[in-house]
Structure formats: structure tokens, C-alpha cells
Nanobody
Framework: EVQLVESGGGLVQAGGSLRLSCAAS????????IGWFRQAPGKEREGVSC????????YYTDSVKGRFAISSDNAKNTVYLQINSLKPEDTAVYYC????????????????????WGQGTQVTVSS
């Protein structure tokens, strides 16, 4: 059974930090890249970061560059998203998802191209 399980969300004040975790199982981790998406109420799901677990290459959407850092521990099949200098506009449900590495270059932040999704973890930033 394929599973992606997010953890680490919570309520934090603006300027604070969180580290989100995504534990993957049930598929060949090295064949996939793992992305993080977020969805705020009334807004579309937005891709924020992705990592190719095979070569370690990373991707960030412009709005989070310099504040978010993605990493992976392949021995644990786990991907992390370090979020610093949190802003109220970062408030959303954060999801991790897996996409075939061959799709990564063209579709890195296209949700429909991702094969597997977690249930999400809520991040709330108070001002």
C-alpha cells in the first residue's frame, strides 16, 4: 500500500519556523521526486518545493525562495521541508506528493502529474 504521511504542522507566530516531514512507503522511493504543495482556503493548490531524491536537485517557487529548504533522507524514505521566517500568508494545508522523476523537468509544480498524495498537515501562522 502506497502511503505518504505528513507531520510537523502546527500553530506558530509570524517569524517562527517549522519543519515538516513526509514519510513515504509502498513504492520505490528513488524512482520518484517528492514535492510539497499547499492549499489555503478558497485558493488553488500551489506547488512550493520539490526534490529529486535520486540526485538531490531541488526546486522552489519564487515566493518561498530563501525561506524554505527541502531535503531528503533516502535511508528513511523521508523528505523534510524546513520553513523559516513564517508569514501569515503561509497559512495553508501542506501536502507532500510523489511524481515520476521523468516528469519532473516539465511538470514540477503541476498537481495532476503527481501520482501519490498524503493527507496534509495544517500550518497556521498568527500575526
Amino acid at each position: 500500500e502506497v502511503q505518504l504521511v505528513e507531520s510537523g504542522g502546527g500553530l506558530v507566530q509570524a517569524g517562527g519556523s517549522l519543519r515538516l516531514s513526509c514519510a513515504a512507503s509502498g513504492f520505490t522511493f528513488d524512482d520518484y521526486a517528492i514535492g510539497w504543495f499547499r492549499q489555503a482556503p478558497g485558493k488553488e493548490r500551489e506547488g512550493v518545493s520539490c526534490i529529486n531524491t535520486s540526485d538531490g536537485s531541488t526546486y522552489y517557487t519564487d515566493s518561498v525562495k530563501g525561506r524554505f529548504a527541502i531535503s531528503s533522507d533516502n535511508a528513511k524514505n523521508t523528505v523534510y521541508l524546513q520553513i523559516n521566517s513564517l508569514k501569515p500568508e503561509d497559512t495553508a494545508v501542506y501536502y507532500c506528493a510523489a511524481v515520476r522523476r521523468k516528469l519532473l523537468r516539465l511538470w514540477v509544480f503541476t498537481p495532476s502529474r503527481y501520482a501519490y498524495w498524503g493527507q496534509g498537515t495544517q500550518v497556521t501562522v498568527s500575526s
